[in-house]
């Protein structure tokens, strides 16, 4: 089922022409009452109630509203420019708003995919689009859109690891605009049967579980630890190399083999070192 034009005319214009019926019609009962005319009365009767049902047609539409009009259960389509319109008086007509929406998931405790258990909660920006799935393809869109966005927020959390350890690899934690467009992806792909359009959809948190909490922040710490004293262990031992050839390319000493690794050796505790070194002076010769 989609959207269409409901069939309207305009509604000062309409209610301008019943004013007039019904004046036209005071005017030809009077005369039928002077008259004792019983079918004229009994017209005017008629011609007064339908004047009466045609004022039921009238409807405002307000901005970013529309109205969703049914006529004997049959739907004959949708209002949405704004205004003072005349539909079928005897239609009925469900008013649904058009407006930007937004709201915010409870948040869930799932397992990522590594299997620790993580706190995961999402913002969902999101629209009605076709008034005509919203209402008639699901039972309450609103809940709908709620459910699935749960939904699809429990399919992200569980098809990617929190935290990445291998280079290159998305984690919720590290790529979070790929996670977005991910998770806006997978509600949109569930809620399009409902006529809502999802325009934004971003993680709000996140959160490893408290059971677990602390052992994660441990983890963390030595993964940074390690990595640091990697990066420390390169820059020293390009130091130390560039050292050893600077006194070699400027020939300011001659170093054998294992003078060559004892000074290798002692710019390397210097410079990997977590405390400053103690400076020792040689007051001797280069050997004693």
């Known amino acids: 089922m989609r959207e269409k034009p409901a069939f309207t005319l305009p509604g000062g214009l309409m ?6 019926a019904i004046g036209v019609t005071i005017y030809f009962f009077v005369g039928f009452v002077q008259a004792q005319v019983v079918p004229g009365l009994i017209a005017c009767a008629l011609a007064y109630a339908a004047e009466m049902i045609s004022f ?3 409807t405002i539409v307000n901005p970013n509203e529309a109205q969703v009009v049914q006529l004997f259960g049959t739907y004959i389509g949708t209002l949405r420019q704004q205004g003072w319109w005349w539909v079928n008086p005897f239609a009925t007509r469900r008013r649904i708003s058009v407006r930007v929406r937004n709201f915010e998931t409870e948040k869930l405790k799932v397992n990522d995919y590594d299997g620790n258990p993580i706190e995961i909660a999402a913002v969902v920006v999101w629209q009605v689009v076709d008034t005509a799935e919203a209402i008639f393809q699901v039972d309450s869109y609103e809940n709908f859109v709620q459910v699935q966005s749960e939904a699809a927020l429990r399919t992200l959390a569980t098809s990617y690891a929190y935290d990445s350890h291998v280079a290159g690899s998305a984690s ?4 979070t605009p790929e996670m977005a467009d991910h998770l806006k992806k997978e509600i ?3 809620l399009a049967k409902a006529g809502v359009q999802v325009i934004e959809a971003r993680i709000s948190h996140l959160a490893y579980a408290p059971e677990i909490a602390g052992a994660m922040l441990q983890r963390q710490q030595a993964s940074a630890i ?4 990697q990066a420390i262990v390169n820059g020293a031992v390009g130091m130390v190399e560039m050292a050893l050839d600077e006194l070699e390319s400027k020939k300011l000493v001659a170093l054998d083999p294992e003078r060559r690794a ?7 505790v210097v410079l990997c070192g977590e405390r400053a070194a103690q400076p020792v002076l040689n007051t001797g010769t280069l050997y004693t």
């Open 172 to 175: 919720l934690r590290s790529h």
């Open 188 to 190: 949109q792909d569930r």
């Open 226 to 229: 390690v990595a640091a004293r």
């Open 56 to 58: 039921k047609g009238l």
């Open 15 to 20: 209610f301008l022409m019943t004013l007039a």
């Open 262 to 268: 004892a000074m290798v050796s002692n710019l390397l």
